[in-house]
């Protein structure tokens, strides 16, 4: 069982940055997906950046130059920088792991970004 707990949403200006923070409740060393979700209101949830060992990280396109992926394994924590903001990107973001032996698919709590002018 894993718990993931986000932090680092709050409410910004568009052209102003970000950084969330999910901190996984063990080791990371069984998890062989993570990634970055959001939801904004009367949408479907979506994927936003993703990485699968193995692999390279991926980006949605609306987000691609902006933001970035990136995970420390010491302290079980993965982040994603959140660089020119834009008010589309309003929404509630969503940490996800996904781990196998045994396998298992798992959400943080989710966290409010606001960007507004």
């Known amino acids: 069982q894993v718990q993931l707990v986000e932090s680092g949403g709050g409410l910004v200006q568009p052209g102003g940055s970000l950084r969330l923070s999910c901190a996984a409740s063990r080791s990371i060393f069984s998890i062989y997906a993570m990634g970055w979700y959001r939801q904004a209101p009367g949408k479907q949830r979506e994927l936003v950046a993703g990485?699968?060992?193995?692999?390279?990280?991926n980006y949605a396109d609306s987000v691609k130059g902006r933001f970035t992926f990136s995970r420390d394994n010491a302290k079980n924590t993965v982040y994603l920088q959140m660089n020119s903001l834009k008010p589309e990107d309003t929404a509630v973001y969503f940490c996800?792991?996904?781990?196998?032996?045994?396998?298992?698919?798992?959400w943080g709590q989710g966290t409010q970004v606001t960007v507004s002018s």
């Open positions: 990485f699968t060992k193995g692999s390279s990280t």
């Open positions: 996800n792991a996904k781990t196998t032996m045994p396998s298992g698919d798992y």
